[in-house]
């Protein structure tokens, strides 16, 4: 209401301005009056008044001192000449004209709302020939119809070690490059993520450098009927850690693992029913483990391929509860039909397990499932080993900016050691996450590792907890502070900040 009152206001003065000014101009100049306007041509002189209800410049609508002639008179001044037809002409087009001349509009009234100009119809079409110009996504680097997101982090660390006894330091510096590359197409999908992160030490040693570094692809395909199909491929480098049962004692530089994986599954949702089946292939190549004393340890007799494959069968219950049941087998290949000690470990490995998807929204998603795992060595001098299995992964949000992870693994790792097969491993993980500001985010870390051996080997725990925080400078750029303390109890005692 406050913007018609003000505009109707605007419009009266514009109104008697124009009147005016045009009313001065017709007396001065009758004929320029009549070829000049004073607004842009927008079909009425006064946008505000139709126009019907505009006279002519230099009549009686404008110029009230100019008296109107009356229907079928003259005009007060002017005399006609008896006899004289121009005359005669004259005041009968003069009638003629006062017939059909439309009634004065008086300016100084006020406008009503059907008088006003309407309200701004918004912003205009774009013109076709210019094509708008396109956002720029402010968290990666638009490559054709994919995004790529890369980080760069630099490093500097201390490492104390204590063991037996005794005490090492190491001092370092880490970078770590990570990318993501991610498609952006109408239907299915293609992912790609990379990191690497290389080590150097301060002084001349090598030891104690691990450099490490990943790759894996996953192309999404959306076919028909509620079917979706993923074809998986990896690369992985990682040494050992000198803290694993099949570290090699006294080594300067443990063995690198190199790991390939590919794999592909198939899932299909059958009104309540959610189907999935799922293969997968890995091969591991082990590089020499360089000796204290300069030599080298051959690690050939480890290398080796897998291949297995799972069926999986859940039931929505409701969008957020699914319960399922998966059942799994597996083949392991060593490319040496003995290893270094005469034994046999290829192995057929059988698991079942159920479990529950839950989806809850923001607050509680996840998955968590229990089962039983066996590996069967193909020796019969290898005790099978075995074991109840505890899966899962669940994200808890108690509030806006915390968040908390749970994890849950167990896997069956094969020995080096003779006439031993091997050990369960259960990992539990816990990570807290908190937003304190908009730019500052502090962390809590926490995981522990039991090592089941079932020949009669003192079983050992590692634990580990850590806490950090990132304060992100800009968006280019963040500055993390990290602290963690790794103890190793069992076959070895081992303290590591």
């Known amino acids: ?37 004073l607004f842009p041509d927008s079909g009425s002189a006064l946008p505000a008044i139709p126009s019907s209800q505009v006279g002519t410049a230099g009549t009686s609508t404008i110029t009230r001192n100019t008296p109107t002639a009356p229907v079928g008179g003259t005009i007060p001044g002017v005399v006609a000449v008896a006899g004289d037809e121009r005359a005669a002409d004259t005041t009968a087009q003069q009638s003629a004209a006062a017939r059909v001349q439309e009634p004065e509009v008086d300016l100084n009234q006020p406008i009503g709302p059907s008088d006003l100009e309407p309200l701004d119809d918004g912003p205009e079409a774009i013109d076709p020939q210019e094509a708008p110009r396109q956002e720029v996504d402010p968290t990666g680097i638009r490559l054709g119809t994919f995004m790529l997101r890369p980080s760069i982090n630099q490093s500097i660390n201390t490492e104390i070690t204590r063991e037996n006894g005794s005490k090492e330091t190491r001092n370092y510096a880490a970078t770590g490059i990570r990318g993501t590359l991610t498609s952006d197409w109408s239907r299915h999908a293609l992912t790609v993520t990379g990191e690497t992160t290389i080590e150097h030490n301060f002084t001349k040693s090598k030891e104690g450098e691990d450099p490490e570094g990943k790759i894996s692809a996953d192309l999404r395909l959306d076919l028909a009927d509620d079917t979706v199909a993923h074809l998986t491929s990896g690369y992985s480098f990682t040494r050992e850690d000198n803290d694993d049962p099949n570290a090699v004692g006294g080594a300067d530089v443990q ?8 794999g592909a599954s198939i899932g299909r949702d059958i009104g309540k029913i959610r189907a999935l089946a799922a293969v997968n292939g890995s091969r591991y190549v082990y590089t020499e483990a360089k000796l204290a004393d300069g030599g080298t340890l051959n690690m050939k ?17 409701s969008p957020a509860l699914i319960p399922f049941g998966e059942i799994a087998s597996g083949h392991t290949f060593y490319d040496r039909k003995r290893d270094a000690s005469g034994y046999q470990r290829s192995s057929q490995t059988y698991a079942a397990r159920t479990g529950v998807e839950f989806d809850f929204g923001e607050k509680l998603r996840g998955e968590l499932g229990t089962g039983y795992e066996v590996v069967d060595y193909e020796d019969n001098r290898l005790k099978n080993v075995g074991g109840i299995s505890f899966d899962g992964d669940a994200t808890w949000s108690p509030q806006r900016g915390t968040d908390v992870n749970l994890g849950l693994r167990t896997t069956v790792q094969d020995s080096t050691t003779p006439g031993e097969g091997g050990w369960v491993e259960y990992e539990l993980t816990a990570a807290l996450a908190h937003e304190m500001r908009d730019s500052v985010v502090a962390r809590l870390s926490g995981s522990t590792v039991f090592r089941n051996f079932d020949s009669g080997s003192e079983d050992e725990v590692t634990w580990l907890a850590g806490a950090g925080i990132t304060w992100a400078i800009n968006r280019y750029l963040d500055l993390t502070s990290d602290v963690e303390y790794e103890k190793t109890t069992g076959g070895t005692e081992q303290n590591i900040v």
Do not use: C
Not at 5 to 32: D, E, M, Q
Not at 301 to 317: A, F, K, T
């Open 1 to 37: 209401m406050i913007i018609s009152r003000t505009k109707a206001t605007t419009l009266s003065l514009r109104g008697r301005a124009y009147g005016l000014l045009l009313a001065g101009s017709a007396l001065i100049l009758p004929s320029a009056a009549v070829s000049q306007s």
């Open 255 to 262: 063995s690198g693992v190199h790991l390939f994986q590919t």
């Open 301 to 317: 007799d480890r290398n080796r391929s897998g291949i297995d494959g799972r069926l999986r069968l859940g039931y929505e219950l």
